[in-house]
């Protein structure tokens, strides 16, 4: 044998008397949650107007704004990468190149199609840094030294 239990068409009657009950005292309840809240629960019910901002600059999202001109900069990061970064929001701008170990030493790559990047940089970039492609790093030539020679030339010094 099996039985069907099937829901009711309507509210169940405890809850109509439970609503019911609950409207009738409505203004005893609200009074005692506003003795409790020190009157926050009415104050939370009314409507709030929001304030009038004006002559703010307001940003939506993460991040940090960005400048309309970009200040630009070279900097190797701590993985090897060399990019341009913009100096007011610290956001990389373009990938120039890698600093990579080649036979025990640090040389650097530029971001060409035949150094094997997928995202090269632009042709007058390439001709521009083509004699520093493959420099050696080391004691004599450091990362900062390279930054600063990409920099004066393209001519973000």
């Avoid at 239990?5 to 409505?26: H, L």
């Avoid at 970039?125 to 390279?146: F, K, M, N, P, W």
């Amino acid at each position: 044998m099996v039985e069907i239990i099937s829901k009711r068409d309507g509210p169940r009657r405890e809850d109509v008397q439970v609503k019911r009950m609950i409207e009738q005292n409505r203004s005893t309840i609200v009074r005692l949650a506003d003795q409790i809240s020190g009157g926050g629960y009415s104050a939370s019910r009314k409507p709030r107007q929001k304030p009038r901002a004006e002559g703010l600059i307001i940003h939506v999202g993460g991040g940090s704004p960005v400048a309309a001109e970009a200040d630009p900069s070279i900097r190797v990061s701590i993985n090897g990468r060399v990019v341009s970064v913009d100096r007011n929001t610290g956001r990389q701008l373009h990938h120039i190149g890698d600093i990579r170990s080649r036979d025990g030493a640090q040389v650097f790559v530029l971001a060409t199609k035949q150094n094997g990047f997928f995202s090269p940089v632009d042709e007058a970039v390439a001709q521009v840094l083509a004699d520093l492609d493959g420099s050696r790093l080391g004691a004599t030539y450091t990362e900062e030294q390279l930054a600063a020679d990409i920099g004066v030339k393209l001519g973000i010094a």
